[in-house]
């Protein structure tokens, strides 16, 4: 085993990560090639709860954008959240990780809901612990939930996968071919240079909690065993 900067992390997934090139729904190669890549870090020994966004299905955003009511659009998109949950949860245990689902929006015959301190207590027992539905409530995004989770388990660190994305930069960098890729950066540059990795409530937690977070770009393979080991990939935003 390598030595581990992280014990406790909450890794975030987007819900494009489950969709694979086609950007829709769950792919089923490429939700497998996560599970692996998680159980890999698992294996490790380090304690996991991830975050899992919806994208991938719906957006509520773009649900209001259509004229729809911005809370109820958000309440579709939580349900995409927990429907990425079920099939992270089944693609993990059919690799013999042990996990337990939660949800913020109670749902008992699906899944556990939401108890922090039965969380806590699944990770101490080895458990990856998948937090599904956001925050539980509207206008929130995923990205909060994850930094939420976190202060509320007290990981030491955010991991935020990105798609192809490999850390953050001063522009996009898909549109600008100036733009620089930072390896470090505080918290409060993140919410003051309006970078773009995370809405500003999000972010604003996360400088308000100090929990470190680290941007890095989860289609290469073994990158999350690498941020776990504290090797120097992405971006690291730590300290105010
Ligand atoms: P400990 O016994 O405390 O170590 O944890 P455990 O999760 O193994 O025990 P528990 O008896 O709470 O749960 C057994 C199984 O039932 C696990 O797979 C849980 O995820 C699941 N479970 C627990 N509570 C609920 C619930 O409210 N709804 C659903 N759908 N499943 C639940």
Do not use: C
């Not at 992270?88 to 109670?106: A, C, F, H, K």
């Amino acid at each position: 085993m390598s030595e581990l900067k992280y014990k406790r992390v909450v890794l975030k997934l987007s819900g494009e990560a489950l969709a694979g090139e086609k950007g829709f729904g769950i792919n089923p190669p490429v939700i497998k090639k996560i599970a692996e890549e998680i159980k890999d870090v698992y294996n490790e020994g380090i304690q996991i709860a991830i975050v899992v966004g919806g994208g991938n299905m719906w957006r509520g955003e773009a649900g209001a954008e259509m004229g729809m009511e911005r809370s109820q659009a958000d309440y579709i998109g939580m349900l995409s959240t927990i429907m990425n949950g079920l099939a992270l949860q089944d693609n993990l245990e059919s690799l013999d990780v042990p996990t337990r689902l939660q949800t913020s929006i109670e749902m008992k015959q699906i899944a556990e809901p939401y108890i922090r301190r039965k969380a806590v207590r699944h990770l101490e027992k080895g458990r990856i612990v998948i937090f599904s539905g956001g925050t539980g409530n509207p206008y929130f995004s995923t990205d909060t939930a994850a930094v939420l989770r976190a202060a509320e388990i007290d990981a030491d660190a955010i991991l935020m996968a990105k798609n192809g994305v490999d850390g953050i930069y001063s522009a996009d960098p898909n549109k600008n071919a100036d733009a620089i890729k930072f390896d470090h950066l505080t918290q409060k540059d993140l919410l003051e240079k309006e970078l773009n990795v995370m809405d500003s409530t999000a972010s604003s937690l996360s400088k308000d909690n100090d929990i470190p977070l680290v941007v890095f770009n989860l289609n290469k393979s073994g990158n999350i065993k690498k941020v776990v080991e504290g090797k120097q990939i992405g971006t690291v935003v730590e300290g105010k």
